[in-house]
């Protein structure tokens, strides 16, 4: 019975842990804060990992939500659980896409300042004509 409540106890941590994470994605960081955004997202990711293990080492097969080791509350918070994982996971990629797209305007930039800088630093010798007339 100690089993069951403990897992239980876990299901709903999990639940919360998701749901939290879920709304802390809906916030869109500012970009001199997205390092710190992205930490916590890593916290988030690490505390679902380490209760997601758990929960596959008290089932051998993995976090099935027919199993029968489940009561159907954990079986509900279990499918409300991939629902918003299926949420989470877009949201991150849209986050993921932002950030490539940041990092392609700072290249960019970073490639203007230094032609401003140094304009004829890749000038191509090919380029040359030579007037064969007398």
């Known amino acids: 019975m100690d089993n069951s409540i403990n897992k239980n106890s876990i299901v709903k941590a999990l ?9 802390y994605l809906q916030t869109e960081p500012e ?3 997205r390092e710190v955004y992205i930490e916590q997202v890593m916290r988030y990711l690490d505390q679902r990992d380490v209760l997601i293990s758990y929960l596959q080492g008290q089932d051998s ?5 027919d199993s029968k080791r489940y009561t159907d509350e954990e079986k509900q918070l279990g499918a409300k659980i991939v629902q918003y994982n299926q949420m ?4 991150l990629k849209t986050q993921l896409g932002n950030i490539e797209i940041d990092l392609v305007q700072i290249r960019n930039k970073k490639n203007n300042q230094k032609k401003y800088a140094n304009p004829y630093e890749n000038v191509a010798a090919d380029g ?4 064969k007339r007398k």
Not at 88 to 91: D, K, L, P, Q, T
């Open 15 to 23: 639940y919360q842990i998701t749901l939290d994470f879920l709304q």
């Open 88 to 91: 989470i996971e877009e949201r």
């Open 128 to 131: 040359m004509f030579f007037d």
């Open 31 to 33: 970009k001199e804060e």
């Open 61 to 65: 097969s993995s976090f099935n939500i």
